[in-house]
């Protein structure tokens, strides 16, 4: 059963025992991400880094992020921009141990994009529209859109997107693989949630692992499979899976 919301702050939190469903809350600026809700993201992090449990992350009021806070943007600097204050938070919900889902409505972009980008699944709705427009404010996308984001569409369409700006309504975003489903606005939420049953169906721990060996660079595979196989092929949930498995078909 799910825990009262957290109901303080730019994210509202709800939380149950498998999976935790955060909600960007910013309405008056479309949920804009300022340094508060960087805060809470780090927070949460450390929670799901101690606890690991899927995380799903959706927007309020038909909204996923319009973009980092302009405001607080115009002010920062050189020293700024190194700490990677955005980066910092968008790497470690990319790095969580169990699976992020994107669960989008509405605009998601700048900063509300690259937050995106870090989930492992994104799903939208058709009111989407979703982009890096920064080089219009003089600034480039540098929360990972210039690397993740060829890694999820290709060096060419990346390419196109951040050097001219371009936002991608849901049907392009579809078709390019940017997102792997669309749902009206009403079911998205449970849409999202039905992808964190199958995956509360399967092993925690084979889940974490086919994870790590997702976001493992090229030259860490095959051995790093060949590692994690290891390990689960001595773990009792596998033996345990197989027999059940083995007595259903004897059914």
Not at 46 to 66: K, N, Q, Y
Not at 148 to 170: H, K, N, S, Y
Request: net charge neutral; aromatic share 4%; glycine share 8%.
């Amino acid at each position: 059963m799910p825990m009262p919301a957290s109901s303080a702050g730019p994210l509202q939190i709800q939380r149950r025992v498998d999976r935790v469903v955060a909600t960007l809350t910013r309405p008056e600026v479309r949920n804009a991400i300022d340094q508060d809700m960087i805060n809470r993201l780090h927070e949460l992090c450390d929670e799901l880094e101690r606890e690991p449990r899927t995380l799903i992350l959706t927007g309020s009021d038909g909204v996923f992020a319009s973009g980092a806070d302009i405001a607080q943007l115009r002010e920062r600097r050189a020293a700024d921009a190194r700490r990677g204050i955005n980066t910092r938070a968008f790497q470690r919900v990319r790095s969580l141990p169990m699976p992020v889902i994107a669960a989008i409505d509405g605009y998601a972009l700048g900063g509300g994009a690259e937050l995106a980008y870090a989930a492992d699944i994104r799903i939208g709705t058709p009111a989407l529209q979703i982009g890096n427009p920064e080089t219009g404010l003089g600034i480039i996308a540098a929360a990972g859109a210039t690397w993740r984001l060829p890694e999820i569409v290709g060096e060419a369409r990346a390419a196109e997107m951040l050097l001219t700006g371009r936002i991608l309504d849901a049907g392009t975003a579809v078709a390019w693989g940017l997102v792997s489903s669309l749902y009206e606005p009403a079911d998205l939420l449970a849409a999202a949630h039905a992808i964190a049953d199958r995956i509360a169906r399967n092993d925690p721990l084979a889940t974490r692992y086919t994870k790590t060996a997702l976001r493992a660079p090229r030259t860490a595979h095959p051995e790093i499979e060949l590692e994690l196989q290891a390990k689960l092929f001595e773990s009792p949930e596998k033996e345990r899976r197989m027999a059940a498995f083995l007595e259903s078909r004897k059914r």
